[in-house]
């Protein structure tokens, strides 16, 4: 089975390993992701803060590219997959807006492709039993707690995605990878990824706290499968403290699997986590 | 000073019922920044419902909202109260729905979203380089993050050239036609 595949716009430059490594994954599986033709920013939370039909037009572009190529979308992005699964829903739901919306972008709606979350793709799709029989290397060792964060679960009538109070499936995956899955009570509480730019100090509070707590639960490591998340939580743990790296799930996948070009990824983070690898022999 | 058609113009723009609140307070109870704010969501739906126009869209809450939805996930009236915060940024900023001047409390929010928005209407995509240059330009505060933005930098992370889609027409075209219909 294929998919079409929308990196989004920060997979092309800060979340570039998160990019490489769901690239990397997947050939080893053995499923061809087809990036979307000439695909358009989804306009991420500048777009619904300002004006919502934008919010819905720009995503709507690219279902229009969807339908075309015929495929499931997959979307490693939980903004991006958020934007577009709000949009898909619209036009599922509000025959209104779906008019306004084809008339906008130039298509009609078919509903004939779906929207899906990476991690969801690789949980259900793929199948963790099929993830776990190309382990080579178990994570023994390595202590991380599950991050799930906000668009991934929220709204959950939209997102369809797990229990949005207590999701399993990425602690489910680290089972299956070998390594230990920590439980917190924290998995989706706002890391304030929306106001890292514009209200640091704010994302800051909020970041030490999953930080915190992330150690208090006994992990080493935070585990996301946002981008956004990703970049924020490095950025905005303080100075001073030991800082806990933070993964992006397929990052463990390929590590797990034994993937040859993995080096090249951890020296893109903030917070390199080659320390805690080295140091639990996974490197 | 109260305007009693507010709760109408906001229920139409978010397409919610927010006169179906009965003031369980959960959602401030479960809101990441409530303790930053001047009112909290529960209290920001209050004023809708009061009409408490000018207060409210002079509020700090509107802007600091982070859109993580655990508001309306947990509000048993199902009211998307984020969405009603993303329609009350809109009554901020259009000077044709508001009665009389309004004080924008974040500046720097707006400037932000303005400039994300400006990058995706001319290239289809973001371009960070792009966006946080004028940011930083346009907020007078260079230096902030300046040494991870170097490591960035030269980790290749942030693209100093961008990707503009071929169909930046199409993109350009969806921004006005939505500008012209957002009311």
């Given at each position: 089975m294929d998919y079409s595949y929308y990196p989004g716009c920060s997979l092309e430059s800060t979340a570039c390993e998160y990019n490489d490594s769901v690239q990397q994954v997947f050939a080893a599986i053995g499923v061809e992701l087809h990036e979307l033709e000439d695909w358009n920013c989804c306009g991420a939370s500048s777009a619904h803060s300002m004006n919502r039909l934008l919010s819905l037009a720009l995503p709507a572009r690219n279902l229009a590219i969807a339908q075309q190529a015929g495929r499931d979308v997959v979307m490693p992005c939980a903004a991006c997959f958020n934007r577009h699964k709000t949009a898909d829903h619209e036009m599922r739901t509000n025959p209104i807006r779906r008019a306004y919306l084809e008339e906008t972008v130039g298509f009609k709606f078919t509903g004939t492709v779906s929207v899906r979350p990476l991690l969801d793709i690789i949980a259900n799709d793929i199948g963790l039993e099929r993830v776990r029989s190309m382990v080579r290397r178990p994570l023994t060792g390595l202590k991380a707690v599950g991050y799930y964060g906000c668009l991934l679960v929220r709204p959950p009538e939209i997102t369809?995605?797990?229990?949005?109070d207590n999701p399993v499936l990425m602690d489910r995956l680290l089972d299956a990878l070998g390594a230990e899955a920590r439980p917190w009570?924290?998995?989706?509480?706002?890391?304030g990824g929306g106001l890292s730019l514009t209200r640091s100090k704010v994302a800051a509070k909020l970041v030490s706290r999953l930080a915190d707590r992330a150690r208090e639960a006994g992990a080493d490591a935070i585990v996301t499968s946002c981008p956004l998340c990703q970049v924020n939580l490095e950025m905005r743990q303080g100075k001073g403290s030991p800082k806990m790296p933070i993964f992006y799930f397929t990052e463990l996948i390929g590590l797990a699997f034994g993937?040859?070009?993995?080096?090249?990824?951890?020296?893109?983070?903030?917070?390199?986590p080659a320390g805690l690898l080295k140091s639990l022999t996974l490197l | 000073m109260f305007d009693t058609t507010f709760i109408d113009q906001v229920n139409t723009l978010s397409e919610q019922t927010i006169q179906d609140c009965y003031h369980c307070h959960k959602c401030t109870a479960g809101c990441p920044v409530a303790s930053e704010m001047d009112y909290g969501p529960d209290r920001v739906l209050r004023m809708v419902q009061l009409g408490e126009k000018e207060r409210l869209l002079s509020s700090h809450d509107i802007w600091l909202c982070?859109?993580?939805e655990t508001c309306g996930a947990r509000c048993p009236n199902e009211i998307d109260i984020a969405r009603v915060i993303d329609a009350l940024r809109q009554f901020a900023l259009d000077t044709r729905l508001r009665p009389v001047p309004v004080v924008i409390a974040e500046p720097d929010a707006v400037k932000f979203n303005r400039l994300f928005l400006f990058v995706v209407q001319n290239?289809?995509?973001?371009?960070e380089a792009t966006l946080l240059a004028s940011y930083k330009l346009w907020t007078r505060n260079l230096l902030a993050d300046m040494d991870s933005g170097a490591i960035m930098i030269m980790k290749g992370k942030?693209?100093?050239l961008p990707h503009v889609i071929k169909a930046r027409k199409d993109v350009k075209r969806i921004f006005e036609t939505t500008r012209m219909e957002n009311r």
């Open positions: 369809q995605f797990e229990n949005p009570s924290y998995a989706t509480d706002c890391c993937l040859d070009k993995t080096s090249s990824w951890w020296g893109k983070h903030l917070i390199n | 982070a859109s993580c290239m289809g995509r973001m371009h942030v693209p100093l």
